[in-house]
């Protein structure tokens, strides 16, 4: 008798002799001598051969295993998991832009070049910069980008300089893509608001320092408040500010960064910009500069001559390029879509109600989760498990279980400087109901940890499949299916 | 258009209960001297309708899709089954998370695995990684990986890669310290072994080389692998056209150590270039050493089958500046619609796909050179695309070409100047023998 039925690897569902695509029939004379001199393969060894209505089911049946933001909130801090419009799913693949080379010359791509020169145009309005590169694929990618051009601009200068200076609160790509760029890493501590302290930023502040990474609003959902003179400590020491975008779903069309001293910006539109995140990319990163970083943007540049627009390659000053072709183009298609469906109060409206929907949230939960820094939350707000790990509870219990109630858990891997975060950013789209249904299952679980801990480390309960053994996977692991002997 | 989903009373009712008066307040930390007083610039919102219409007139201006086009050179137009759209569209797919948290999201954890196992059949290797941005960034992250593996300074890398790919790696390079040798090509369009022989000494770390290459010739990839392993250094094929992975030798078997490269051809549009599909796998003991996410097999607490992303240490979020790679986001749903196409076509349909491309572009190749004054470049077998040397400025042909309604092909000369006149014409599946004969008598008609 079978107890449940799983869902096989398709390998296991292969059978010899199936297949589902098929083309035409060779039209062309066979020539036996073609690719003569290569090494030819005479198989692919347990390659999959299924028919068509198995792939659609299997692939249907995984897909009902996911959670997803069509499904309901998804309030993943630092995230932005807002919802995709579907419009820009469709104009995305419209033959027109999707079928069309990279190599293709110019002249016949003038509605691609002008697309990515009209997006380049609305972002530096969004965020108050000079000039932008849409090439970087992802958000990390963009910080080594920028990062790049920081250096190259240094550099220009006669000096690299070794260190990029970076908060204690840091989301883990920033060392990460600084230390690519050859830079040594020095964290800042946070005062007690959250926030960089001002003190240990003009102590650290040297000659040596290249740059400050800093997240803006940061990783707490605080806004640095200082921002200015953080800018002024950093350039009075001839050194640039980095700030990392991720969070700019809290600021649009309230403050630009480029008007509060940064000089070099990276946005995640697969955030802010809505584009969806496809369970984990494609995103796009764009890199936003001013000043005399301009000159040292990728290759190539879109530029614009009487209504013509062409590919710049001859950009003495550029770091070089970045990635084949011309970035992330579909998802920069995506966000070109949602800013001209948004429009100026659209776009100002995102920042006020992502931020007005995590304040809800902060105010629900309040009292019944602690909360470490008192600071007014921007667009998501940082809990920890703290009154619950009385009980035994951590926030890995807690996310569990809000999986039970048909939700998805905030972030925990991080900020580093909260234990045992529950790290929540609801975005702008959701509806009070989904807001008031989260608060509702937050509060059940703080009660359920006081008077029944046990069952909150057994969760989830209720899912194709519960806690995972992630210690095994690591220890020993199995990183593809193969034959059995 | 507005996503909001909120109502008047709703929006009275929250600002009541967060205890403000109008959601101005909530930005009291933002200085005030630094906000913006005014409206953003922006063109005003447009209703569904209105940007359709917008961006269907940005599409018009595109005169690319109406061509008959023999552009290859590491972006690939392939037929792509009905399914993969289809599937691929799945909200459930293409809206959640990097699947942080495995109990909700075994779909996408299983997918991942599942094309982990298909780039490792086809590459010939151990393991793979759950994808990078694309070719070219995948080919620099493989040349740090050599760098860390061996602790050697030097980077051997043909000629004959893409030059994108080539330009990306010394963009990355550039401030770690890592020196890059370019190895020239003999006239066979492969690697000039004897060049690679005297580059290579015991400061190497890799040789790197694309096969099939940017001429789309075939490498001797045993060859060069055992040339590299002779002075102790990793021998790294990067795959620019994945298809060709379903008829060549799989590199692995010939003693490559990492393959990594560009799947776009595997159910990814051409798109101008993006999202594309990088991907990398490579030999069991370099795992700690592999860049990007990886998903792997585990039980749950019950007993039952489930995946996980595991091997985190290796990876930004744990690692910080000590990671393997800064990579976070990646490109996910290319990598389903790779799943999903090579699932479609199958074993024995993917091999008929790439033999047809073969087939296809030595008819091509054989019809072009028949032309008067157009001959082969190199001799070397070649997959899809092959290069051919004309007795014009390719310039003027390529207008001659353009004027008929043809993309013939890709110029060189910006490229690879010491090649004269020369163009990469690709020839996929998707041409008929009559586009083929069209762009020969095109060809022809041209010169003449």
């Known amino acids: 008798m079978i107890k449940e039925i799983r869902e096989p690897l398709v390998f296991e569902l292969s059978s010899p002799g199936k297949r589902a695509g098929r083309l035409p029939a060779l039209d062309v004379p066979e020539d036996p001598k073609a690719l003569a001199g290569a090494a030819l393969r005479e198989d692919i060894a347990d390659f999959p051969?299924?028919?068509?209505?198995?792939?659609?089911?299997?692939?249907?049946?995984?897909?009902?295993?996911?959670?997803?933001?069509?499904?309901?909130?998804?309030?993943?801090?630092?995230?932005?998991?807002?919802?995709?419009?579907?419009?820009?799913?469709?104009?995305?693949?419209?033959?027109?832009?999707?079928?069309?080379?990279?190599?293709?010359?110019?002249?016949?791509?003038?509605?691609?070049?002008?697309?990515?020169?009209?997006?380049?145009?609305?972002?530096?309005?969004?965020?108050?910069?000079?000039?932008?590169?849409?090439?970087?694929?992802?958000?990390?990618?963009?910080?080594?980008?920028?990062?790049?051009?920081?250096?190259?601009?240094?550099?220009?200068?006669g000096d690299a300089r070794k260190l990029v200076l970076i908060p204690d609160s840091a989301h883990g790509t920033n060392p990460s893509s600084a230390h690519i760029c050859g830079y040594g890493v020095?964290?800042?501590?946070?005062?007690?608001?959250?926030?960089?302290?001002?003190?240990?930023?003009?102590?650290?502040?040297?000659?040596?320092?290249?740059?400050?990474?800093?997240?803006?609003?940061?990783?707490?959902?605080?806004?640095?408040?200082?921002?200015?003179?953080?800018?002024?400590i950093v350039h009075d020491k001839g050194g640039l500010l980095y700030m990392d975008g991720a969070n700019m779903n809290?600021?649009?069309?309230?403050?630009?960064?480029?008007?509060?001293?940064?000089?070099?910006?990276?946005?995640?539109?697969?955030?802010?910009?809505?584009?969806p995140h496809g369970g984990g990319g494609p995103g796009a990163g764009p890199v936003g500069v001013h000043g005399?970083?301009?000159?040292?943007?990728?290759?190539?540049?879109?530029?614009?001559?009487?209504?013509?627009?062409?590919?710049?390659?001859?950009?003495?000053?550029?770091?070089?390029?970045?990635?084949?072709?011309?970035?992330?183009?579909?998802?920069?298609?995506?966000?070109?879509?949602?800013?001209?469906?948004?429009?100026?109060?659209?776009?100002?409206?995102?920042?006020?109600?992502?931020?007005?929907?995590?304040?809800?949230?902060?105010?629900?939960?309040?009292?019944?989760?602690?909360?470490?820094?008192?600071?007014?939350?921007?667009?998501?707000?940082?809990?920890?498990?703290?009154?619950?790990?009385?009980?035994?509870?951590?926030?890995?219990?807690?996310?569990?279980?809000?999986?039970?109630?048909?939700?998805?858990?905030?972030?925990?891997?991080?900020?580093?400087?909260?234990?045992?975060?529950?790290?929540?950013?609801?975005?702008?789209?959701?509806?009070?109901?989904?807001?008031?249904?989260?608060?509702?299952?937050?509060?059940?679980?703080?009660?359920?940890?006081?008077?029944?801990?046990?069952?909150?480390?057994?969760?989830?309960h209720v899912t194709y499949v519960r806690r995972l053994d992630e210690v095994a996977a690591a220890k020993t692991p199995v990183l593809r299916w193969e034959k059995k002997a | 258009?507005?996503?909001?989903?909120?109502?008047?009373?709703?929006?009275?009712?929250?600002?009541?209960?967060?205890?403000?008066?109008?959601?101005?307040?909530?930005?009291?930390?933002?200085?005030?001297?630094?906000?913006?007083?005014?409206?953003?610039?922006?063109?005003?919102?447009?209703?569904?309708?209105?940007?359709?219409?917008?961006?269907?007139?940005?599409?018009?201006?595109?005169?690319?899709?109406?061509?008959?086009?023999?552009?290859?050179?590491?972006?690939?137009?392939?037929?792509?089954?009905?399914?993969?759209?289809?599937?691929?569209?799945?909200?459930?797919?293409?809206?959640?998370?990097?699947?942080?948290?495995?109990?909700?999201?075994?779909?996408?954890?299983?997918?991942?695995?599942?094309?982990?196992?298909?780039?490792?059949?086809?590459?010939?290797?151990?393991?793979?990684?759950?994808?990078?941005?694309?070719?070219?960034?995948g080919a620099a992250e493989a040349v740090l990986m050599t760098q860390r593996l061996t602790g050697r300074p030097k980077v051997l890398m043909a000629r004959t890669v893409h030059p994108q790919y080539r330009e990306v790696v010394r963009t990355y390079i550039k401030n770690v310290g890592i020196e890059l040798e370019e190895i020239p090509y003999g006239r066979d369009g492969r690697i000039d072994a004897g060049a690679l022989g005297r580059a290579l000494d015991e400061r190497t770390a890799a040789v790197v080389f694309q096969s099939p290459n940017y001429f789309g010739v075939v490498e001797d990839a045993k060859?060069?692998?055992?040339?590299?392993?002779?002075?102790?250094?990793?021998?790294?094929?990067?795959?620019?056209?994945?298809?060709?992975?379903?008829?060549?030798?799989?590199?692995?078997?010939?003693?490559?150590?990492?393959?990594?490269?560009?799947?776009?051809?595997?159910?990814?549009?051409?798109?101008?270039?993006?999202?594309y599909l990088g991907f990398m796998a490579c030999r069991k003991e370099f795992l700690r050493q592999l860049p990007g996410r990886i998903a792997g097999q585990t039980k749950d607490v019950d007993g039952r089958r489930g995946f996980v992303l595991t091997l985190a240490t290796r990876e930004q979020h744990i690692r910080r500046e000590k990671a393997t790679s800064n990579i976070c986001t990646n490109q996910a749903l290319c990598a389903l619609r790779a799943a999903i196409f090579l699932e479609t076509m199958g074993r024995r349909g993917l091999r008929e796909l790439a033999w047809q491309n073969a087939q296809k572009a030595a008819y091509a190749a054989g019809r072009l050179a028949a032309v008067r004054g157009v001959q082969r470049t190199f001799s070397g077998p070649f997959f899809n695309e092959f290069v051919i040397g004309l007795p014009k400025p390719w310039a003027e042909v390529d207008t001659g070409l353009r004027a008929k309604g043809l993309v013939g092909g890709l110029g060189l000369a910006a490229d690879y100047p010491e090649l004269g006149e020369a163009v990469l014409v690709c020839v996929t599946e998707l041409k008929t023998k009559a586009d083929i004969d069209r762009l020969a008598a095109g060809v022809e008609e041209v010169l003449s």
């Open chain 1, 49 to 157: 051969e299924v028919s068509e209505p198995e792939v659609v089911r299997h692939f249907t049946r995984l897909s009902q295993k996911n959670y997803c933001v069509d499904l309901g909130l998804y309030p993943l801090g630092s995230c932005t998991m807002k919802y995709n419009p579907k419009i820009n799913e469709r104009l995305a693949a419209l033959p027109a832009f999707s079928a069309t080379h990279p190599h293709a010359p110019d002249d016949l791509v003038q509605g691609n070049l002008e697309l990515l020169k009209r997006l380049e145009g609305l972002l530096c309005e969004i965020t108050g910069l000079e000039a932008f590169t849409l090439h970087p694929a992802a958000g990390a990618h963009g910080e080594l980008v920028g990062m790049m051009m920081i250096r190259a601009a240094l550099e220009a200068r």
């Open chain 1, 186 to 232: 020095k964290e800042i501590k946070s005062n007690e608001r959250g926030t960089i302290d001002l003190d240990s930023l003009e102590k650290e502040m040297t000659g040596d320092v290249a740059a400050l990474m800093v997240t803006n609003p940061n990783t707490l959902g605080v806004f640095e408040s200082d921002i200015v003179r953080i800018a002024e």
């Open chain 1, 250 to 275: 809290a600021l649009t069309g309230i403050v630009r960064p480029g008007d509060m001293g940064v000089d070099v910006l990276h946005l995640n539109l697969h955030k802010t910009f809505s584009t």
């Open chain 1, 292 to 460: 005399d970083l301009v000159r040292h943007l990728p290759v190539p540049v879109v530029v614009e001559k009487d209504g013509h627009y062409a590919l710049d390659f001859d950009r003495p000053g550029s770091v070089g390029r970045v990635r084949g072709y011309f970035g992330q183009f579909s998802v920069l298609v995506r966000a070109l879509c949602y800013i001209l469906s948004l429009g100026p109060k659209g776009v100002r409206e995102i920042a006020e109600y992502a931020v007005l929907n995590a304040n809800y949230i902060r105010k629900g939960l309040e009292g019944h989760y602690h909360l470490k820094y008192a600071t007014p939350s921007m667009h998501e707000c940082v809990f920890s498990d703290k009154l619950q790990k009385e009980h035994g509870v951590s926030n890995l219990d807690i996310a569990k279980r809000l999986i039970d109630f048909g939700l998805h858990p905030p972030t925990m891997s991080f900020p580093l400087i909260v234990h045992g975060a529950l790290m929540i950013e609801p975005t702008e789209t959701e509806s009070k109901r989904d807001l008031d249904l989260f608060i509702e299952a937050m509060r059940t679980i703080a009660r359920e940890a006081r008077e029944e801990p046990e069952a909150l480390k057994a969760a989830p």
């Open chain 2, 1 to 137: 258009m507005s996503y909001l989903s909120l109502s008047e009373q709703d929006k009275k009712d929250m600002l009541a209960a967060v205890g403000v008066g109008s959601v101005e307040e909530l930005f009291c930390c933002i200085p005030e001297d630094v906000r913006l007083k005014r409206d953003l610039r922006l063109p005003a919102a447009l209703t569904e309708l209105e940007l359709v219409r917008t961006m269907e007139g940005l599409g018009r201006k595109n005169a690319y899709p109406g061509s008959l086009s023999f552009l290859g050179g590491g972006a690939y137009e392939h037929f792509v089954p009905t399914v993969v759209d289809y599937l691929s569209s799945r909200g459930e797919f293409v809206s959640p998370y990097t699947p942080y948290q495995p109990e909700v999201s075994q779909g996408t954890l299983q997918v991942i695995f599942e094309f982990q196992t298909l780039i490792c059949q086809l590459a010939g290797l151990d393991i793979a990684n759950a994808s990078l941005y694309d070719g070219s960034t």
């Open chain 2, 223 to 275: 060859a060069l692998s055992e040339s590299a392993h002779g002075r102790k250094a990793l021998s790294v094929a990067l795959v620019a056209e994945a298809l060709s992975l379903a008829l060549l030798e799989a590199p692995g078997r010939l003693g490559v150590d990492i393959v990594t490269g560009e799947a776009q051809s595997f159910g990814v549009p051409l798109s101008y270039g993006g999202p």
